[in-house]
């Protein structure tokens, strides 16, 4: 009998291809808007102002200070724009750090909002939005963070740096990994899942020696919108939840912090959720799926321990009182020793037992 699920549906209209940026201003059209203010990160400001002169009188203007983690000071100097400029919709295009900022911005001034993702991380297609105040890194989930249309356009994708491909397919995989045992997945969420676990797979280790490899980056694309939208539709745990501590409150690295943690997260739960993780096992191989990532990992040169993005060994203890501090639901009981230990493998970068 097939496991009882609810489908939540899919208010997101996706677009996929190459050279799919040339569809954007229709996108934006088709919504009923006339002045997009395009948004991205310094980095990325020549792409966007590229882009708002394709659209001519309908830009409304470029906003290019996006900057990870959401800073809500950043923001409320895009809504002065936003408003000043009298924009009507934003078009956010670049990575995470880009997709966070409409998104903060959707959420304070109810505009629409389309996605252009240029990296792995998966934020697109989700309600969630995190944001920093204070030195300090919260979450939420409401449907009006969730963006209109997102328009991937593979040829965005080939000037993103080896490392940054590396580490941003891990941080989609962990999205992906945590959908497997989540209590709300779909056979949706799952299906994709798997076909994403197989397409990283084989896309990676092209990529690694072949950045603009098409083919390659058209694969590595679809698998991280299946892995977004499994993000944004099913409930995240133990992984997620020390990702976020390590980037909030000790300022690591989001994409190489996911990859360094996901092996050993991975291995934490894998225990306790029977077979669902074997998707992930039988992808990667080593008769595991958290020794199979780590391999995986380690063969794509992904960075493999907290020590090498700045965490310090001391810093290991506070990290587990933080994470035992109110933790996610986890398949896995959540003890503060067995986060310590997670941690200090983490940091070590050894094989999960
Ligand atoms: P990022 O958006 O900060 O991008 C990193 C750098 O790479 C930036 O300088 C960017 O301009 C550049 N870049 C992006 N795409 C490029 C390309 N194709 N070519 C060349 N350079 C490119 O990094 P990220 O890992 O995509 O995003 C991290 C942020 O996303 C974090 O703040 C994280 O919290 C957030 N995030 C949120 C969700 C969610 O659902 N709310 C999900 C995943 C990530």
Redesign the pocket.
Known sequence: MTRPFVFPGLTTRVVFGHGTLEKVPDEVARLGHSRALVL?????EAEAQALAAAFGPRAAGVFAG?????PVEVTDLAITAFRSLNADCVVSL???????LG?AIALRTGADQVVIP??????EM?D???ETAGGEKT?RRDPAIRPEVVVYDVD??????VA?TVT?AL?AIAHAMEGFYAPDRNPVTEALSRDAMVAFRDALPVLIHDAKNADARAKALFAAWGC?LT??QVTMALHHKLAHVL?GSFGLP??ETHAVLLPHTTAYNEPAVGDLLKPIADTFGEGSAGKGLWHFARSMNAPLRLADLGLTEPDLDRAADLAAKNPYANPRPVTRDGIRQLLQQAFDGQCPA
């Open positions: 991205s990160t310094p980095h990325q996006a900057t990870m983690h959401t670049g990575g995470g750090s880009t997709t966070g998104k240029t990296t792995y991380a998966g934020s989700t969630i939005l995190g979450t965005l994708t080939l000037t993103l740096p940054l941003s941080n977004s993000l944004g980037g989001h994409a």
